[in-house]
């Protein structure tokens, strides 16, 4: 399994933007499709996930009202739109493959997300 993160890039806070995430490989129904970012000094941070079958969502606190998480099974695309961006969202943004949320088996190379103030 790959997997390969685009579409970052700078934005003005306040401003959107929708990272995409190519899957090559099997992905089962019940596998989830994450996104996680790490800032500078920072620990990593979950970001949200999508139920690859049911579609389900569920987000962390942070982005939570401001991030979407999509995906397109047949082109086997994961999306994150994000919108009403701020300077701390700023970070590599990276899509991850899991059996379950405490197991992420496949990560992505990250994409970096600027947000000037």
């Known amino acids: 399994v790959q997997l390969q993160a685009s579409g970052g890039g700078l934005v003005q806070a306040g401003g959107s933007l929708r990272l995409s995430c190519e899957v090559s490989?099997?992905?089962?129904?019940?596998?989830?499709m994450g996104w996680f970012r790490q800032a500078p000094e920072k620990e990593r941070e979950f970001v949200g996930y999508i139920r690859w079958g049911y579609g389900t969502t569920y987000y962390g606190d942070s982005v939570k009202g401001r991030f979407t998480i999509s995906r397109d099974k047949a082109k086997k695309m994961v999306y994150l739109q994000m919108n009403s961006l701020k300077p701390e969202d700023t970070a590599i943004y990276y899509c991850a493959k899991g059996s379950n949320t405490d197991r992420w088996d496949y990560w992505g190379q990250g994409t970096l997300v600027t947000v000037s103030s």
């Open positions: 490989g099997g992905i089962l129904s019940s596998n989830l």
